[in-house]
């Protein structure tokens, strides 16, 4: 395996993959199959700096699709006190995923922390420890777990499927630190399972690019508020 690769296992009782429009409010229904962003968001629990960007480059459906819907009482921002909702949540899900990193060419000042093998190293470390942050399978109501895996090994649901489309769907946003614009975008595109397994395009490969509003990066400097080479699990 790339010395910029990590294979883990991701699962949890329920989880809440939503696409931009039912994220903010009301009736909320998940996705069948996690978001890109979901998963970069779980390997940047795992580790990260914006040294490196994520890149998610497979996932493997390890449990049987099921959804559990229940009544819930978001908070109503438009006046005081709550409102009843339903959402749709998946339950009992289980995914092998696949992830890489590149470096950030898109931060010039960091270009000292670019070190072959340290982020490496201590990716692995953190994922062995479960992550540095808490894990979470779409929304923070749905806690996850990881832990390390070999991608492809044991029993999944889906094996012997040959291709399930899913149709138009969410893949992530485009930040204006990993896209050097100073626009935050949204993408979309059309997935396909093939044997239990969907291979994830690169986000510059996506086709459908929607701006949202505009967005400037944040500035990160040495000992202020970034900690360089002082990284825990570096020794």
Not at 22 to 35: A, N, R
Not at 67 to 81: D, F, L, N, R, S
Not at 114 to 122: A, N, P, Q, S
């Amino acid at each position: 395996m790339a010395k910029n690769s990590i294979t883990f296992l991701v699962h949890g009782r329920y989880a809440l993959f939503t696409d931009p429009i039912t994220h903010l409010g009301g009736e909320k229904c998940s996705y069948h199959i996690p978001t890109y962003e979901a998963l970069k968001g779980i390997a940047k629990s795992i580790y990260w700096k914006p040294t490196i960007v994520w890149r998610i480059k497979r996932v493997r459906i390890m449990n049987p699709f099921r959804t559990q819907t229940k009544g819930m009482k978001p908070i109503a921002y438009e006046k005081a006190g709550n409102t009843l909702s339903i959402y749709t949540y998946m339950a009992n899900v289980a995914y092998q995923v696949e992830a890489c990193f590149d470096w950030n060419l898109h931060r010039p000042e960091l270009a000292h922390d670019r070190i072959d093998g340290k982020h490496y190293e201590i990716a692995k470390r953190m994922l062995a420890r479960g992550g540095r942050q808490d894990i979470f399978l779409g929304t923070r109501d749905c806690q996850g777990y990881v832990e390390p895996c070999r991608f492809g090994e044991g029993e999944g649901a889906y094996d012997d499927l040959d291709e399930l489309g899913f149709g138009l769907m969410f893949h992530g946003f485009d930040y204006p630190d990993e896209t050097g614009e100073n626009m935050l975008k949204a993408r979309f595109w059309r997935p396909a399972m093939k044997n239990g397994i969907i291979e994830f395009i690169r986000p510059e490969e996506c086709e459908i690019v929607k701006p949202i509003r505009s967005m400037k990066p944040k500035a990160f400097v040495q000992d202020v508020n970034f900690s360089g080479l002082k990284e825990e699990g570096l020794l």
